[in-house]
């Protein structure tokens, strides 16, 4: 079992940043890649960004490609996600994800642990 829980979320205005923090518990942490999700009302899940379980390699969305960096501290079996730049349509609930290794996915269906989220609003 992992344990993950969301925080850094809040109201912020369009051009500011956030950066979301994500404890994970319960399983060594280095054996799982982290994902990142959000979803809007109204719209499916979709994939934010994922970073593998060493750090080694990280991928993201287009929409926030240069924008958001992912990275992870496995001392403190931490995930962040720092959001630069922030738009209206980056508002959503932000979900922290965990996916046991080899899997490598963009898939949120693929991931065996989900935090309860976190949100995020970006006001024009």
């Known amino acids: 079992q992992v344990q993950l829980v969301e925080s850094g979320g809040g109201l912020v205005q369009a051009g500011d940043s956030l950066r979301l923090s994500c404890a994970a518990s319960?399983?060594?942490?280095?054996?799982?890649?982290m994902g990142w999700f959000r979803q809007a009302p109204g719209k499916e899940r979709e994939f934010v960004a994922l970073?593998?379980?060493?750090?080694?390699?990280?991928y993201y969305t287009d929409s926030v490609k240069g924008r958001f960096t992912i990275s992870r501290d496995n001392t403190k079996n931490m995930v962040y996600l720092q959001m630069d730049g922030l738009k209206p349509e980056d508002t959503a609930s932000y979900y922290c994800?965990?996916?046991?290794?080899?899997?490598?996915?963009?898939?949120?269906?693929?991931?065996?642990?989900w935090g309860r989220g976190t949100q995020v609003t970006v006001s024009s």
């Open positions: 970073i593998t379980f060493n750090g080694g390699r990280t």
């Open positions: 319960g399983r060594p942490f280095s054996t799982l890649n």
């Open positions: 994800a965990a996916d046991y290794i080899p899997s490598l996915s963009f898939e949120g269906r693929e991931y065996d642990y």
